[in-house]
């Protein structure tokens, strides 16, 4: 059963790639709305609605816009919401990128509990089952898939040339398992040998030791990790975010092996076109 928000709660903080201070203020919404962004900065507030059919580029994070109207770096606080249940909310923001606070979905997680979670009497939207065929979506030795299943679920697997991380993988199982424990603590994480290339590139401005886990050739430069798999387990929050633009989870499997934004958006757009 779809839950509704019982107050609204406020946050601020830095974007990660603009490096600006941006407060959000996320608002109980009308059943049947869904989840929406208002740019409340701009002239008549325009809204950008949390779908698969607003996303505009997927650069190391996933920005959705209307227009000109734009909101960056949402997939923390849709997996948060969507992970909760909320399928209706109104996000107001006074800025083009949603803070990345901690560099999870932690303290997101946390403000929608304070603020109180009841059930809705609607049915949730009930998605046709996808038949045997998975659905793939491939580029070189990286994929994102969706399987037929009984039940939604996620499994993530990475695997980078940083002894500290290498190969990793995590499955979570939304019915079973808390997301607030399991999976909204898992932080981003980067590479120090590739900071001053991304800034140069006018990206990260706002990324610190503070809110992103930092991995250099001879390890973490910014220990303890909260699990031992914390990467595998942030790539999975970034998908189930990005999933999230569907509306409701799908009763489908979602496997993905060192995939990223933009594989994440293809696989769901083609969901979008076949469900």
Request: with cysteine.
């Amino acid at each position: 059963m779809a839950n509704i928000l019982k107050q609204t709660f406020e946050l601020s903080g830095i974007g990660l790639h603009s490096g600006e201070t941006t407060t959000v203020k996320v608002i109980p919404g009308k059943v049947g709305q869904g989840r929406h962004f208002v740019r409340i900065d701009l002239e008549n507030r325009p809204i950008i609605p949390a779908s698969i059919t607003a996303v505009n580029q997927t650069t190391l994070s996933t920005e959705l816009a209307v227009g000109e109207a734009k909101v960056r770096t949402v997939e923390h606080l849709l997996a948060a919401l969507a992970a909760s249940g909320i399928d209706d909310a109104r996000i107001e923001i006074d800025g083009a990128e949603v803070p990345l606070l901690d560099g999870s979905a932690k303290l997101w997680t946390e403000a929608i509990v304070g603020s109180g979670i009841e059930e809705s009497s609607e049915k949730p939207q009930n998605f046709p089952c996808l038949n045997e065929t998975p659905v793939w979506i491939q580029e070189n030795d990286s994929f994102v898939a969706a399987i037929s299943a009984t039940e939604t679920r996620f499994t993530y697997g990475i695997d980078f040339p940083y002894k500290a991380i290498s190969n990793q993988w995590h499955s979570w199982h939304p019915a079973t398992e808390d997301f607030a424990r399991e999976i909204a603590p898992a932080r981003t994480f980067g590479f120090a040998e590739q900071i001053e290339q991304l800034r140069q590139a006018g990206l990260i401005k706002g990324g610190n030791l503070d809110n992103a886990l930092v991995c250099s050739e001879t390890g973490w430069l910014n220990p303890p990790l909260r699990f031992t798999n914390e990467p595998a387990r942030h790539k999975l929050l970034d998908l189930v975010g990005d999933m999230s633009l569907l509306g409701s989870f799908p009763a489908l499997h979602f496997l993905a092996y060192k995939a990223s934004h933009k594989l994440h958006i293809q696989l769901a757009r083609k969901l979008a076109n076949i469900l």
